[in-house]
């Protein structure tokens, strides 16, 4: 049995018109209960604050220096005293810690200031400082 290009362009219309109509399931009520959102987004914007401030614990001076430090430090990039060579510490260890320290908060030679530790306290870099002499030894 052959169909009409008529009989289909009318078949079609009918199907078409009759889902064009159509209502989802549900009274009004239900299909806006069912369209409200079911929790909150929340975007967290890098260096953004709360208003409530954390209190974090100071690092060790082992960890300023294998989070920071080390990336220079453990193979000598760009003339970087090696961490534990006791020739290449020593003259430095001479000078005293307050030299070192003036020296890490200030920088030196290609070593930027502060050793690339921005968020670090005075305290926390002088802990390393310390713990990467006393590797030396």
Known sequence: MRLSFSTVILTALVLFGLTAV????????EISDRLKPHGNLSRVVAGATTGVEVAKAPMSGEEVY?????VCHANGVAGAPLFADNDAWAPRAAKGMEVLMASTLNGIGAMPARGTCSSCSDDELAD???YILDAAR
């Not at 159509?22 to 009520?29: C, K, N, Q, R």
């Not at 294998?66 to 080390?70: E, L, T």
């Open 66 to 70: 294998g989070q920071y430090c080390s």
């Open 128 to 130: 390393a400082v310390t």
């Open 22 to 29: 159509a209502l989802p399931p549900g009274t009004d009520d």
